[in-house]
């Protein structure tokens, strides 16, 4: 298996810019989370879904934030417009309903915004 | 709110030698995991070790083992026969059991290892 695959893994953008963060979960989870860390708040969770039904979004920061997950193979996480505030690394991980609980993650995308 | 601690940022040890990363957690849920999770300079975050809370004896994995107390809401990690390899940041994390619901993990602040040839 390929592992959780994000795209892109460097990203640098200019503030005002919209900016697109893609992950491909592992084949047959039915649950992907995008997570967010950075050096002053650590891993954060923004939101999750199940079965490609958001079910906690209580971490986007505000609506400049949005995620979406079409399909149980692709989720996008959405910021527009982009701010200086928002460089950090962007993770993606998925695990399966059955399982002991653990999360695969992806390598996540380095997002830097000027 | 549940909530990890790992209060050492940073520790050291001798290649060969064992070293033990403290996590305590807070909680009022019974039943739930917990994780301690690799991340290498790369940034890719690796499952080191798992625990089940229903489970009293602790989880192992090859050089990697626990000392999970339940009632204190402590599991500390300890590397044995450490290696340059396990050289990086080291994340305790919870993640509650609900039903068939998969929650998020929350994350302690995270331990940088550093390993001295």
């Known amino acids: 298996d390929a592992g959780v695959i994000q795209s892109p893994r460097h990203e640098v953008t200019e503030m005002g810019q919209e900016v697109t963060l893609r992950c491909k979960p592992i084949s047959g989870h039915n649950s992907l989370f995008w997570y967010r860390q950075t050096m002053m708040r650590g891993l954060e969770l923004l939101i999750y879904f199940n079965n490609n039904v958001p079910i906690d979004d209580s971490g986007m920061p505000e609506d400049r934030f949005s995620a979406k997950m079409p399909n149980a193979s692709f989720s996008t996480l959405k910021i527009q417009p982009s701010e200086p505030r928002d460089s950090a690394v962007y993770f993606c991980a998925s695990s399966p309903w059955t399982s002991g609980g653990e999360q695969y993650f992806g390598p996540g995308t380095r997002l830097t915004v000027t | 709110a549940q909530t990890v601690t790992q209060s050492q940022p940073e520790m050291s040890v001798q290649e060969a030698e064992t070293v033990t990363l403290s996590c305590t957690y807070d909680?009022?849920?019974?039943?739930?995991?917990l994780f301690w999770y690799k991340q290498p300079p790369s940034r890719q975050m690796i499952l080191v070790i798992r625990q089940e809370a229903y489970k009293q004896q602790n989880a192992t994995e090859n050089r990697f083992s626990v000392n999970f107390q339940k009632a204190a809401k402590s599991f500390s990690l300890k590397i044995s026969d450490s290696q340059l390899g396990d050289a990086a940041m080291y994340f305790c994390a919870y993640r509650r059991v609900n039903g068939g619901s998969q929650g998020n993990l929350i994350f302690g602040k995270g331990t940088k290892l550093s390993v001295k040839p």
């Open positions: 909680t009022s849920e019974s039943d739930y995991y």
